[in-house]
Every structure is written in structure tokens, then in C-alpha cells.
């Protein structure tokens, strides 16, 4: 008897190649996809989706090329270590071009007009890029320089980047600002928490075929969250090697017992996130990032003329839609998945419709983006937001103090003359 029959399994749960259909929606994981579902919306669409690895990028991204519509084209692009001229010869390959023996100019002026062709019949192009890490500085240059290819009304060619937290570093040196500034969207996809993890473990273990959630004891979890982090990859190899431990004991349930014979087996320490080095090392990325986490902007949502929502947020993005993938979440027909997006910036907040079906609207005018002053009222659909910059009022709290402070300088100056 397999280890499958003996636990009521049809297949195995927690292979190590990346397979959609076991993907695990965690809030970090929506999030991501929808960020690179953005590039279809928005004609400059440049997205880059960074983890830590086996935090499951390779995956979600063959979802979200699964889901694509038919006027979509797509190419992708993983063997990463390459010059700039092999890089364009990869991704004229991948949509079907015979690029080779031809000089870099020629390479670019096939790609330029294949997009301009794609462009002209209704089509987007998307280019994907996986192991993003690996690239030089020369090629991030070259996927900068194309990403520019444009028609004299927009943009032709979307572009997502998904890497290792490498990639983050590398874009964030001087050398890459240019490339930097046409990002539109960021996003790092960070370990499981523990809920998290105990709901992926179920979530695998339902879809191998595994009628109830008892396969895995209540105790087993804490040890698994000990040794793998809660990073995907590390859960699937620890609970995998602990169901044949549990197989060979002739056990039903996998208990703390399996995993931690499991974790020796496999020669593990506790993984560093369970260290005091690695809570010291996130206190000091809090402490240096605590003025970028300051709270900017305050978004009232009102519906019939009440309040449903009050929100706040630091400088950066925020999506407005009807999936519960968005920062602001509105439960409404007449809003979008996606709706729209605000952008606070030290300037103020930009809001950019999203090509939702009933636009974005000040007033009576429908605007596809407006930078919005303090007090704009928007609406979408039924739902109105009020938008407030919380600058304005810390600046009127120093005024006041200042002529509090003032007024009691005056007064000790009267005394004193008196």
C-alpha cells in the first residue's frame, strides 16, 4: 500500500513543481496577481513582483497567464542569464521569430514592429520575465529601452518582472532610477503567517483529495511554522517527509512527533524568522522604514450618506474595487474588480480610473486621472470617496501650537514688564 491509499489520497499533495490548481490565495498572493493583472488595464503597464524563494512567484504567474483573454499575446522569459542581444533573440523566440544570426538593431526593429503590428489589430503584448534576478544591468537597460515602444497615442508592450528580493536591491541602486521611474506597481510577496500556513497545508491536502481537514494534528503546525517560516516551499518538503515518516510508523494522523523525526531526517534547524538575529534585523528595517510607513492620506467611504468606511495610508498605492484583493474594498454591481487606483506621492494623491466599466467621477465630470486637493469628493458607482490629506491637518496642529506657544510668550513678556 502508497502512502496515498494509506491516507485517502489521490495524488500527491505537495509536490515541489508548480501546479495552479494548488495555489493558495493568500491576501500577499491577490494582491500580487492583481497587480500583474494591472498591465492589461493600463497601457504602460511595468510590474515587479519580488520573494523570497519558494514563496510561490513561478506559480502564480502560470495562473496568471492561464487566465489570459485571446487578444492577449505573451512571452516569457526564465533562463535569465544572458547578454542583451541573447535577451531580445529570447523574446523574438518566444513569439515566434527566427531572430538568430541577425545584429542587435535588426533584432530591435523586428520587435518594434511586431508590437506596432500587434497594436494595429487589437491586441496586447505582454512580456514576462521570471528570474529576474539573474539579469545584468545591461539587459534591465535594454527592457527599459523597449519597454518605451510606443504608437503616437500609448505605450505597446506591458512588461512584469518577478524575482528574488536580489532584484529588489538591484532596482532600488542609483545606476537603475530610469528603470525605476517607468515601474508602475511594486510588490514583495512575503512568508505565510501561521493561519496562512495551516490553511495551505488543508487547501493542498483538500485538492489531492482529501475529504476532511484531521489529516494533520492540531500540535503538528506550531512545529511546522518552527522549521519552515511559513515560506511554501519549505512547508511542502517538511510535510511531505513527515507523511512518510507517519506512513512508516503505520500512523493515520500526522502528528508534532512525525514532523519533528521529519525535520532531523531532513538534517533542518529551526528556520531564522523563529531567531532572535532575525527579529533584530526586522526591528532595525521597521525603525529605518518608519517615516516611508507614515500614514498620508485618509479616505472616507460613504454610501447614502453614511459612512461605511474611514481608511488611512502611508505614501504609495492603494486599488479601489470590488474584489477583496483591493486595499479599499467596495461591495457594489456598479464597481469593478479593479476600479481604480490612488497614488499618494509627497505632491498630494493622484486617483487614475482603471478602465472600470462606470468610470470614476468629481462631481458631474468623469476624469481618468485627476489629482485630487483635500476635501474632493469622488464617486463610483453609488459609494462616494472623500478624500483628506493628513499633512494639512498635522501642518494646522504645528500652526495652532506655534500660536499657543506665541500668545504665552506674549503674556510672560507683559508680566515681566509689568
Same mark, same amino acid.
Given at each position: 500500500m502508497s502512502y496515498l491509499e494509506h491516507f485517502s489520497l489521490s495524488e500527491q499533495p505537495f509536490r515541489l513543481t508548480p501546479d495552479p490548481e494548488f495555489l493558495y490565495w493568500s491576501k500577499q498572493h491577490a494582491r500580487a496577481k492583481a497587480y500583474m493583472e494591472s498591465t492589461i488595464w493600463l497601457a504602460d503597464g511595468f510590474v515587479v513582483i519580488t520573494g523570497e524563494i519558494g514563496s510561490g512567484k513561478t506559480t502564480l504567474l502560470q495562473s496568471f497567464l492561464s487566465e489570459l483573454e485571446d487578444d492577449v499575446l505573451y512571452a516569457v522569459v526564465s533562463q535569465t542569464q544572458l547578454t542583451p542581444t541573447q535577451f531580445l533573440q529570447a523574446v523574438l523566440t518566444e513569439f515566434g521569430f527566427k531572430p538568430f544570426n541577425k545584429r542587435k538593431v535588426e533584432l530591435l526593429d523586428m520587435l518594434n514592429m511586431?508590437?506596432?503590428?500587434?497594436?494595429?489589430?487589437?491586441?496586447?503584448?505582454?512580456?514576462?520575465? @521570471?528570474? %529576474?534576478?539573474?539579469?545584468?544591468?545591461?539587459?534591465?537597460?535594454?527592457? /527599459?529601452?523597449?519597454? &518605451?515602444?510606443?504608437t503616437h497615442k500609448e505605450k505597446v508592450l506591458r512588461i512584469i518582472l518577478a524575482g528574488q528580493p536580489e532584484l529588489r536591491?538591484?532596482? @532600488?541602486? %542609483?545606476?537603475?532610477?530610469?528603470?525605476?521611474?517607468?515601474?508602475?506597481? /511594486?510588490?514583495?510577496? &512575503?512568508?505565510l503567517d501561521r493561519r496562512e500556513m495551516r490553511e495551505y497545508v488543508e487547501r493542498r491536502l483538500s485538492v489531492a483529495g482529501r475529504k476532511k481537514p484531521d489529516l494533520f494534528a492540531a500540535d503538528s503546525f506550531d512545529v511546522l511554522y518552527r522549521f519552515t517560516g511559513g515560506v511554501p516551499r519549505l512547508i511542502n518538503t517538511l510535510c511531505d517527509t513527515a507523511l512518510l515518516c507517519a506512513f512508516a510508523d503505520e500512523k493515520k494522523l500526522v502528528e508534532s512527533a512525525s514532523v519533528i523525526a521529519a525535520a532531523e531526517e531532513l538534517n533542518w534547524q529551526e528556520h531564522e524568522s523563529n531567531t532572535g538575529v532575525y527579529d533584530q534585523l526586522r526591528q532595525l528595517e521597521q525603525e529605518r522604514n518608519s517615516q516611508v510607513d507614515l500614514h498620508v492620506t485618509r479616505i472616507e467611504v460613504r454610501a447614502d450618506d453614511e459612512t461605511v468606511d474611514v481608511l488611512t495610508f502611508p505614501l504609495g498605492r492603494v486599488i479601489v474595487g470590488r474584489s477583496p484583493d483591493n486595499e479599499i474594498y467596495i461591495q457594489s454591481k456598479f464597481v469593478s474588480r479593479h476600479h481604480a487606483q490612488l497614488v499618494s506621492d509627497e505632491s498630494g494623491c493622484v486617483i487614475e480610473d482603471l478602465n472600470s466599466t462606470n468610470g470614476v467621477f468629481l462631481g458631474e465630470k468623469q476624469v481618468k486621472k485627476y489629482r485630487l486637493r483635500d476635501g474632493d469628493v469622488v464617486s463610483l458607482g453609488v459609494h462616494q470617496l472623500i478624500y483628506h490629506d493628513l499633512r494639512n491637518a498635522t501642518i494646522a496642529e504645528d500652526n495652532v501650537e506655534d500660536i499657543v506657544r506665541n500668545e504665552s510668550d506674549d503674556q510672560d513678556s507683559a508680566v515681566n514688564e509689568t
Open positions: 511586431f508590437l506596432i503590428e500587434q497594436y494595429s489589430s487589437g491586441r496586447k503584448v505582454v512580456l514576462v520575465v @521570471d528570474e %529576474a534576478q539573474n539579469l545584468t544591468k545591461k539587459v534591465l537597460e535594454e527592457i /527599459r529601452l523597449i519597454s &518605451g515602444i510606443e536591491d538591484t532596482l @532600488d541602486s %542609483a545606476s537603475m532610477q530610469q528603470l525605476l521611474q517607468r515601474v508602475r506597481l /511594486r510588490f514583495h510577496i &512575503g512568508p
